[in-house]
T-cell receptor, first 112, second 112 residues
Framework: NAGVTQTPKFQVLKTGQSMTLQCAQD?????MYWYRQDPGMGLRLIYY???????DKGEVPNGYNVSRLNKREFSLRLESAAPSQTSVYFC???????????FGDGTRLSIL | EDQVTQSPEALRLQEGESSSLNCSYT??????LFWYRQDPGKGPEFLFT???AGEEKEKERLKATLTKKESFLHITAPKPEDSATYLC?????????????FGKGTLLTVNP
């Protein structure tokens, strides 16, 4: 049982390049989330999808777009990467909103 | 603004030396409080959910408790494998069902 799978695990980009981070869950969860984790800060919500077909902004959405491709998959896109977007990105899923979120192991993204 | 504060930032224990971690939050109403464990290079792993003051949950050497303004994670007779960063996250009532506010975490080191 894989849970939440994120690809790639590591990536280095140059400023201005674009990239899509992929996330898939096999737990039949309705809700999915994207977070970023930076040193000295708590996890911050970028976007979430309450259910298939819906997406909403979180705390730090600027510079990102998301797509809920189907119930299993939720992708995060950086259209024009900036050094400030260097971070570890986590995808999570939950049955519904007020239930525990289960996380993947992250994508470590460096933007030069 | 709803905030979550964890203390201490770091805690070093000897194997078998019991202690507690604290998670306090500004009160605008609590919908749920979640504890996670995060190992280096991994995503947060769900431990407990607490929904109302007075509630307690236990798992092996860990016990989580909740009052109206804070939660404690008690670690009894810890072992080196309990070393990790422990994260607290709060879902505030009056806000979205889908948004968690995370604390910055407590880095626990248990020496043999």
């Amino acid at each position: 049982n894989a849970g939440v799978t994120q690809t790639p695990k590591f990536q280095v980009l140059k400023t201005g390049q674009s990239m899509t981070l992929q996330c898939a869950q096999d737990m039949n969860h309705n809700s999915m989330y994207w977070y970023r984790q930076d040193p000295g800060m708590g996890l911050r919500l970028i976007y979430y999808s309450a259910s298939e077909g819906t997406t909403d902004k979180g705390e730090v959405p600027n510079g990102y777009n998301v797509s809920r491709l189907n119930k299993r998959e939720f992708s995060l896109r950086l259209e024009s990467a900036a050094p400030s977007q260097t971070s570890v990105y986590f995808c999570a899923s939950s049955v519904v909103g007020n239930q525990p979120q289960h996380f993947g192991d992250g994508t470590r993204l460096s933007i030069l | 603004e709803d905030q979550v504060t964890q203390s201490p930032e770091a805690l070093r224990l000897q194997e078998g030396e019991s202690s507690s971690l604290n998670c306090s939050y500004t009160v605008s109403g609590l919908r749920g409080l979640f504890w996670y464990r995060q190992d280096p290079g991994k995503g947060p792993e769900f431990l407990f959910t607490l929904y109302s003051a007075g509630e307690e949950k236990e798992k092996e050497r860990l016990k989580a408790t909740l009052t109206k303004k804070e939660s404690f994670l008690h670690i009894t007779a810890p072992k080196p494998e309990d070393s990790a960063t422990y994260l607290c996250a709060v879902q505030f009532s009056g806000g979205s069902n889908y948004k968690l506010t995370f604390g910055k975490g407590t880095l626990l080191t248990v020496n043999p």
